[in-house]
């Protein structure tokens, strides 16, 4: 494939799109970025990042130094398409107007938690691939852990071969997305199961590991469960390898740091809040019970059950330093 210079990403008014955005431009790339709807550039445009679905976070303990608002800064191409990919037509429309891009980096998405975002991601996705089926672009699907549902991770979960179960209509989206664009059989498609994204200014994914749900009470669980996160610029860097890389190739691999962090680690990287030791024994029984009651109410609090207390480590990706900074 000769070199990949031109680049369409979605989602790129949101918090892991920007960033993206600012690491492929840095790097060389021309980037053409996708929303939604016109966005002002400005640090202190709220609602520009939620409006992409990119995991944007209500204030809470450990998520309060700094908005993803604030992380986002100018595109230096200028090159920007405004639509909404849940529409084929004007998805078509928009796109018909732009040179063909060498690779695409799909990192929208829908959020929400009902029925709507299974539908919503799987129309965005269908109608990019539609209107971009002649370009022979390089293809990078940003999708998450959340496809795996309720698992046993205390060994490091290899993507090849862990049973897919997602217990949230998010969970579902990305999995319908994966399935979709491995029955397209792409020549050139890269899948990156994406670990919970954290950064200096967002660790609202770390806080919710270490506080009690709803308080302000900081758990020491024992025994110790152990976590695999994704720094932002690590996931950033991550995309760019697979745009530099020369041959085409289908896989799909983790996004992840290669270090795993203890529970206590993280807990003790927040300062505000009691410090509550808490077994795990004590909510087995719970769990127990929960396995035989049927429906999808009882899977999600057991997925709740093994995000707070037990171990989720994933095979990072091979040959990628770690993200960079600590999850601090």
Known sequence: MSEIKRILLTGAAGY????????????????????????????????????????????????????????????????????????????????????????????????????????????????????????????????????????????????????????????????????????QNAPDCRILRVTPVYSPGARRNVAVRVYLPGTPIRMRIRPEPRHSLCALAGLAAQVRRHLLEAAPRRIVEHAADAEVYGQHELAAQFERGPLLPISEIIFRPMYRILCWIPGGLAYRLRCVYWKLFRSNVYEPPAAIPPGGARPR
Request: include cysteine; aromatic fraction near 6%.
């Open 16 to 183: 892991i799109g920007s960033a993206i955005a600012r690491d492929l431009e840095a790097a060389g790339f021309l980037v053409v970025a996708v929303s939604r709807r016109a966005v002002s550039v400005d640090a202190g445009d709220s609602g520009a990042v939620q409006s992409e679905g990119s995991g944007a976070a209500p204030e809470s303990p450990g998520n309060r130094s700094e908005s993803p608002e604030k992380l986002r800064s100018e595109y230096q191409t200028g090159e920007r398409v405004v639509c909404d990919l849940t529409d084929a037509e004007a998805t078509a429309r928009a796109l018909a107007h732009i040179k063909p891009c060498d690779g695409i980096v799909h990192a929208a998405a829908r959020i929400d938690s009902g029925k709507s975002a299974v539908e919503g991601s799987l129309s965005m996705l269908r109608n990019l691939f539609d209107a971009t089926s002649a370009w022979n672009a390089r293809w990078i699907y940003l999708s998450s852990v959340s496809i795996y549902g309720d698992a046993d991770r205390t060994a490091p979960v290899a993507a090849a071969t862990a049973e897919l179960r997602p217990a949230t209509n998010y969970g579902r989206s990305k999995l319908a997305c994966e399935e979709f664009l491995q029955q």
